[in-house]
Every structure is written in C-alpha cells, then in structure tokens.
C-alpha cells in the first residue's frame, strides 16, 4: 500500500514539476491524435453525409458495415497495417511502419467508424425538408450541406469528441505500428504500458492521470454540448 501511495506521490511530483520527458510523450500524442482527427474528419463528415441524404445501391450494406467497424479491435487495425507496411508488405516500399505516419494511419482507420456512424445519426435526426428549402430558395449545394451540417453541429461536435478520445487511449494499433520508439512514436497509451511492465508504476500512474483529466474535460464538454443541443431543439 505504501509503494502505490509513493508511486502516486512521485507521479504528482512529476506532473507539477513539468518533467520534460513525461509532457514530450503527452506532446507526441496529442500531436498524432489530433492529425489523424483532422484528416479523419472531413471524410467521415462526407460520408455520413451521404448515407444520410443520398440513395444508391448498397446504401444500408454500408450503414452496417460502418456500425460494424464501431466494436472493431485496435490490436486487429494494427496486425493489418503491420502486414501492409512491412518490407514484405504491399506498401513496404513506402518504408512508413514505426513512424508517426503509420500510427496517423492507424488511428484515422479507428476513427472513421465512429465520426460516421454518429454523424449519420445526427444528419438523419435534421428534417430532409431542411435540404429541400435550401435548394429551393436557390442556395447552392455546398450552402445547402453548411446548412444540415449547421443543424447538426451539436451531434457531430459530439462525433468528434467521442472519435478523439477512443483514438488518443488506444494502446494496441499504436504499439504495433509505432513501435514505442523514445522522442518518436512513444505516446501516453504505450508508455503505460511499458513503464508499468519495467515496475516504473510513477510515470504510468502520471500519464494515466493525464488521460483521465482528459476524459474528465471530454465528457464534461460533451455534457455541455448536448445540453446546448437539448436547449435549442
């Protein structure tokens, strides 16, 4: 009892005192997280776009595959890419496997089931008529679809939150396709895992904190936005 209440003491140390390799991996994957949200997002938002507004063959196959892909295991996202970026892999020419673009890869893959699920719920919960007006009243398309997108916002803002922070705690695709390299590809989830396995239980308790203040904040925004949304509606 006495060697966790002194590893969470030295944890605090570290957090408070700014130790420079702790934030460096908090550096690393807020900076990779937030790259594969950025990329993720537009596509999904068109996508779902699409699966909300649009008919063509194939449609509801590909709503269930999407919802499908939410419960898909990291470590499986992982072992797939590991095969294709490997030298014996398909893109092993482009030399990307334990690098922070093949974690970006990795994680944008996690990411778009749940920003185009969630953001399909929310454009279907917008009145089609909203569409049909717009269009109507001579707004363009791409101000019709700002339009939807605006009604919208408060579901697919909560979309992006809930996308961020399954992407940012995941330990399985970025261990395999990062690689855990110091200064490079060590990010919160994987260093967890390993200061714990060497018995540094001060660093992994330091970071884990970190994740939690974060979750905290996410879901207290997410509290907030769909509170909002209640409001408005």
């Not at 550096?27 to 507004?53: D, E, H, M, R």
């Not at 995941?170 to 989830?189: D, K, Q, W």
């Not at 200061?195 to 879901?219: C, P, Y």
Request: aromatic share 8%; proline share 3%; charged share 10%.
């Amino acid at each position: 009892m006495g060697s966790i209440a002194e590893s969470t003491q030295q944890a605090l140390v570290l957090l408070v005192g700014g130790d420079p390799g702790l934030w460096e991996i908090v550096g690393i994957s807020f900076q990779v997280s937030l790259t594969a949200i950025a990329i993720a997002t537009p596509v999904a938002l068109a996508v779902a776009f699409l699966l909300a507004f649009g008919r063509f063959p194939g449609r509801r196959v590909l709503i269930t595959l999407f919802n499908t892909f939410l419960s898909f295991p990291a470590v499986v996202v992982g072992l797939t890419f590991y095969l294709l970026l490997s030298r014996q892999g398909p893109l092993g020419e482009w030399q990307l496997l334990f690098t922070q673009p093949a974690m970006i890869i990795g994680q944008i893959v996690l990411a778009l089931p749940i920003l185009v699920a969630m953001g399909h719920s929310s454009l279907q919960a917008v009145d089609r008529r909203a569409w049909e007006t717009a269009r109507t009243l001579g707004a363009s398309r791409t101000r019709a679809v700002y339009t939807l997108m605006r009604e919208a916002r408060f579901g697919l803002l909560a979309a992006l939150l809930a996308g961020f922070g399954r992407i940012i705690a995941e330990v399985g695709a970025s261990m395999m396709l990062g690689g855990n390299i110091l200064h490079y590809t060590r990010n919160i989830p994987t260093a967890i895992a390993l200061e714990t396995s060497k018995g540094d239980f001060a660093q992994g308790i330091a970071l884990g904190i970190v994740l939690l203040l974060m979750a905290f904040m996410l879901n207290g925004l997410l509290q907030v936005v769909q509170g909002k949304g209640r409001q408005t509606a």
